[in-house]
């Protein structure tokens, strides 16, 4: 047992390390490259460093290769090298497909808002398309159990349908879904912080090492980001945070044959998604910033996202819009926790 938590701290550790100084690395590079985008929320609206998910996804898959140097040169592994390799590669490709929206800086108003948003990206039916690829390294080694335990109805064994049909719609959709809901500062990297570390709970408790690692990793590249992301942030994440964040997740998921818990645990992404459907997913999460420094909703009582919701709640400044979305997703992490207690996940 001493082995196994030795071989999780360890890359973990690294993970953390590499996280710290490759943010700190890409927040001079990239705004000397011209890799930026405007945080409208601030009094004075200022020009960011964007794509810190490149950092995050480089302390990640560090982390992933010190465990697989490990069990090729020093310890014999209890994980499965193909299968954190195909996780690595999943991740890599989304997030590539991340940068490059990322770097799409066409100009552009936003509609409601009349903000001049400098970035443009790909465009909506491109972003399915292009984060399939994520899902092949997945698919090609067959990740994951075939049977998932749905509440209410039990254990149902997917067969082939699970990795041809199953993991490519949760990757493609996860991670798109991650990507919806944000706007404000440390919005996604705390809520990303409360997902990886549910799920490292849940795998030490009810999942599998594999999953344990992942989330121990990703749990580790997170809450070292955080700080630069936190109100007021040194660096905007972008796309290439959140897709792959989302699909570091959905890889947990599947690894740590954790698919029922991390979908409760989802919901509020889940819920983004339908509040953006509702609103053809042209809209924006950003709220409209008041002279007393807080926030009102874009659109008045209408709901197109979850940070619509929580600013017509009361006004609020922007790291309290943050906390309180954040503590939304703690909610459902209970709830999830609750279920699996109940023995309905």
């Known amino acids: 047992m001493y082995h196994t938590y030795l071989t999780i701290l360890i890359p973990s550790l690294i993970s953390l390390i590499i996280t710290y100084f490759a943010t700190k690395f890409v927040i001079s590079y990239f705004y000397e490259a011209g890799i930026i985008a405007e945080d409208h929320n601030k009094e ?38 193909d299968k954190l390799l195909a996780t690595a590669l999943s991740i890599a490709l989304i997030v590539f497909v991340g940068f490059i929206d990322d770097i799409n800086v066409k100009a552009r108003r936003v509609k409601a808002t009349g903000m001049q948003d ?33 509440p209410f109805l ?4 997917f067969g ?16 798109n879904a991650f990507n919806l809901l944000g706007g404000f500062d440390g919005l996604q990297t705390g809520m990303g912080v409360v997902a990886s570390l549910a799920l490292l709970i849940y795998s030490l408790l009810y999942g599998t090492n ?27 994440p972008g796309d290439s945070f959140t897709y792959g964040v989302g699909a570091a997740l959905v890889a947990i998921m599947i690894m740590g044959n954790a698919e029922s818990f991390g979908t409760i645990i989802f919901i509020p992404w889940i819920i983004e998604f339908f509040l953006h459907l509702r609103g053809r997913f042209d809209i924006t999460d950003v709220g409209i910033r008041q002279k007393d420094g807080t926030f009102k909703a874009p659109y008045g009582k209408k709901i197109y996202s979850l940070t619509h919701f929580v600013m017509n709640l009361k006004p609020m400044r922007e790291y309290e819009v943050s906390a309180y979305l954040v ?16 023995h309905l996940l």
Do not use: C, R
Not at 154 to 157: E, Y
Not at 327 to 342: D, S, Y
């Open 44 to 81: 004075k609206p200022v020009l960011l460093p964007s794509s810190g998910g490149i950092a995050v996804a480089f302390g990640l898959i560090a982390g992933i290769l010190t465990y697989t140097f490990g069990g090729s040169f020093i310890y014999t592994p209890i994980l499965d090298i």
């Open 118 to 150: 400098i970035k443009k990206g790909l465009k909506q039916w491109q972003k399915p398309l292009l984060t399939l690829l994520g899902a092949l390294p997945l698919m090609a080694i067959n990740a994951g159990v075939s049977t998932i335990h749905i």
């Open 154 to 157: 039990g254990v149902v064994d």
């Open 160 to 175: 082939i349908i699970y990795p041809l049909i199953i993991i490519p719609l949760a990757v493609i959709f996860v991670s």
């Open 210 to 236: 594999t999953g344990i690692l992942l989330s121990a990793l990703l749990f580790s590249s997170l809450i070292i980001f955080y700080p630069f992301n936190m109100y007021k942030a040194k660096i905007i």
């Open 327 to 342: 503590l939304i997703e703690v909610i459902f992490v209970f709830l999830a926790f609750g279920l699996k207690f109940l």
